[in-house]
């Protein structure tokens, strides 16, 4: 008998599904997704979902678990969907996670819970986050309610309605507080409403979830700006706590030669901003979009951003693409030492550049290479980037350091430019009013989630700095218990 580290029996999985590949998802054709902004993966279907559910092996390390950085109790929730209690697949899901619908679509699951699965150790792994998400789509599909609590009289503002201000709204208002989301803009999800194409994370889901949390008595106000709006001391009069999860809105620049005199360069969080707030508003038929019609557009920045950059780009017009990614395409000491090893490892391929080849015959991006210089018209508008390549060095404890190469610049068409470069922090506004201490990063100081005013805490980017989605999430979960236990 083999047992658990509780001292419990480990009971094997009756009759799992052994097939190596794992269940695919369905995908919009490519001639729908070159055309539309409609979600381009698809939720499984009850039959697929029972099928991938099969091929988990409940195996008793929980490395899946351990990999997730909310800590999702994959293999329980599994097991849950198996005896066919969905309902209660989704309470695990939504005890450790409060945007389950928002993470399973967005996150780097090869990279975190998958990459962990001991089935794929010598197949693919299980399909965790499209698992996940057909429980969740099948919760909402069911109509259950969201459990309550009592409640306990207290009172919480939160500015922001990004990942970790919807979060911590969430676990504070099942502990019982009242809670009260107030945002600048006219949509609740911050960059999951605004920085996320609609292709990858369909905004009704967003405005899906800003209505479960509504019926459990959240309350959003929309259009107000602290400072504004609303002053800081109104809300430390009003509430017993105040919560700033404000996210980073400073886009980062870059060193160009030319670039502060250039017009048609955009940083990638406004260009994808305009794009997704008129669609969303007109279809993109009021014009307020940063169109790529007809243009010969230069991504920098070759990670999800750029992407997203590059999928809005195609389906607005754009006669070419290209993406410059700084960085090599394989990083780190195992691709050095063992040219297989990519091989072994699970890559994802973002659905952007699959359409890219269709439409163009190539994938777009170049690596080890960025801009030196930005060539301009006599009205100032760019007509050209000068680049260049990167030598890619390692030292002997395998840091990357990257130097231009002499001689190896180039020329390249260029109408529009979009810099998805991160960002270096977040918008002082906020902070100014409030007045609360910085760190050298300018990110808001923090001591176990409490700045430095009495009953003001932070939580998200605008305390760690850029991060994921669930990362951002997961920090709201735990900002919620720190203010649970200040209002006790």
């Known amino acids: 008998m083999l047992l658990m580290r509780d001292n419990t029996e480990f ?61 999702v109790p994959v293999t329980d929730f599994i097991a849950a969907f198996r005896r066919g209690d969905v309902e209660g697949a989704y309470q695990l899901i939504r005890g450790a996670s409060a945007l389950p619908e928002i993470c399973s679509r967005v996150c780097p699951q090869h990279k975190q819970c998958q990459s962990e699965c001991t089935r794929s150790i010598r197949s693919m792994a299980v399909g965790i986050g499209r698992l996940e998400r057909y429980v969740v789509d099948a919760h909402y599909a069911s109509g259950a309610a969201e459990k309550t609590a009592a409640s306990t009289g207290k009172k919480v503002a939160v500015v922001g309605a990004g990942p970790s201000g919807l979060s911590v709204a969430q ?45 459990q008595g959240v309350t ?12 800081e001391a109104e809300l430390e009069s009003q509430f017993d706590a105040v919560v700033l999860a404000i996210g980073t809105g400073n886009a980062r620049k870059l060193q160009i030669a030319g670039l ?121 508008q760019i007509t050209a980037v000068v680049t260049v390549d990167l030598d890619a060095i390692y030292d002997e404890h395998f840091r990357l350091s990257l130097e231009e190469i002499p001689g190896t610049e180039k020329e390249l068409p260029c109408d529009l430019m979009i810099i998805a470069a991160g960002f270096s922090g977040p918008d002082h506004t906020v902070i100014d009013h409030f007045k609360v201490d910085i760190t050298e990063r300018s990110n808001i100081a923090t001591t176990d989630y ?20 669930v990362k951002a999430m997961v920090d709201g979960r735990t900002c919620a218990d720190v203010v649970d236990a200040y209002l006790k």
């Open 260 to 380: 502060d005199q250039a017009k048609g360069v955009y940083m990638a969080v406004d260009f994808l901003t305009s794009n997704t707030k008129s669609f969303l508003d007109s279809k993109l038929s009021d014009g307020k979009n940063v169109s790529a019609e007809g243009k010969h557009v230069i991504i920098v920045g070759g990670g999800d951003t750029g992407n997203d950059c590059v999928g809005t780009s195609i389906r607005t017009g754009a006669a070419s693409v290209t993406q410059l990614e700084m960085m090599p395409k394989h990083v780190g000491r195992e691709f050095i030492h063992s040219p297989r090893i990519p091989k072994l490892k699970e890559v994802k391929t973002d659905t952007s550049q699959e359409e890219c080849k269709v439409r163009f015959g190539k994938d777009p991006h170049i690596y080890q290479t960025t801009v030196k210089e930005i060539k301009t018209d006599a009205s100032g």
């Open 11 to 71: 009971i094997p999985v009756k009759n799992p599904n052994l097939q190596e590949s794992r269940t695919e998802a369905k995908h919009l054709p490519i001639a729908q997704r070159l055309s539309s902004f409609d979600e381009v993966e698809q939720t499984y279907t009850k039959e697929e979902a029972e099928n991938e559910a099969a091929r988990c092996l409940k195996c008793p390390t929980h490395w899946c678990e351990k990999q997730c950085p909310a800590g």
């Open 450 to 469: 409490r700045t430095s005013k009495e009953n003001v805490f932070a939580c998200g980017d605008c305390r760690t700095g850029q991060s994921l989605v």
């Open 220 to 231: 959003f106000v929309y259009n107000t700006l602290v400072g504004r709006d609303i002053t």
């Open 171 to 215: 676990f504070l208002t099942d502990k019982g507080h009242a809670v009260t989301v107030y945002d600048k803009e006219d949509r609740m999800g911050g960059l999951m409403e605004y920085g996320i194409p609609n292709m990858k994370l369909e905004k009704g889901i967003v405005e899906r979830k800003i209505q479960s949390m509504e019926r």
